[in-house]
């Protein structure tokens, strides 16, 4: 089991988008430590979700937190810029989406983010393989993207210690986020197969005490 920090990313997607101001201040509040982009396009996947100006409207607001955006999009470049622009932190992306993986990682890079390369239930762990040495997250996806509040995938646990053993033979550290499904049902075995940032969505804001709720979490991997 790894030592880095275990880390709660509230997924705005399934927060009260009529108060997401106060939202988002009230699960930082309650002990969450990233919050959560799923951006999504309406091309790369079925849905449409948020776009920079959110992040944007948020930063503006005084949010300080970590803002850790998911682009399930295509293209990537253009709206990787936005959200950089707009005050994101760290920017993942999936290799599918883009003509050009390494250039889109350092374009990530040089906006001065931190780059994720984001792993589709489907998509094979050996993507990572020309890249693991320039990327700072994997994201491993645990429901096919596109759509909150879908059961997890067991199945994905076997990619998440895959993702462990490639990260354990790197010589700096690397965050291991898993997305879709995260509750306090499945959280403890995401943990123990060697993920560190759990996205969770619904779990957390369909709940009526966020912090009691963060709190559970965090007891079960600890």
């Known amino acids: 089991m790894n030592n880095a920090p275990l880390l709660i990313a509230p997924s705005i997607l399934s927060a009260n988008f009529a108060r997401l101001g106060e939202e988002v201040n009230a699960v930082l509040d309650a002990g ?6 799923d951006v999504m396009d309406n091309h790369y996947v079925p849905n449409l979700t ?3 100006m959110v992040c944007k409207s948020l930063r503006e607001d005084g949010i300080k937190a ?26 993942s992306f999936h290799p599918e989406a883009t003509k050009h993986v390494t250039k889109t990682i350092d374009l990530i890079k040089d906006l001065g983010c931190k780059v994720g390369i984001a792993l589709n239930p489907a998509t094979p762990i050996t993507v990572l393989d020309d890249v693991i040495q320039d990327i700072d997250l994997i994201l491993v996806m645990s429901v096919n993207p596109g759509f ?9 646990l076997t990619k998440i210690v895959q993702a462990r053993a490639l990260i354990a033979k790197q ?10 499904g995260i509750n306090e049902t499945t959280i403890a075995d995401v943990a123990a197969a060697g993920a560190n940032v759990f996205v969770a969505g619904s779990a957390i804001f369909g709940t009526a005490d966020y912090a009691k709720t963060i709190q559970d979490l965090h ?4």
């Open 219 to 222: 007891q079960k991997i600890s």
């Open 50 to 52: 948020i776009g920079p």
């Open 171 to 180: 010589e700096r550290d690397i965050f291991l986020e898993v997305d879709g």
């Open 148 to 156: 909150g509040g879908q059961k997890f995938i067991p199945e994905t």
């Open 32 to 37: 969450a430590d990233w919050i959560h982009f």
């Open 66 to 91: 970590f803002i850790d955006v998911h682009l399930m999009v295509e293209p990537v470049d253009d709206l990787a810029q936005n959200f950089a622009d707009a005050g994101a932190d760290l920017i």
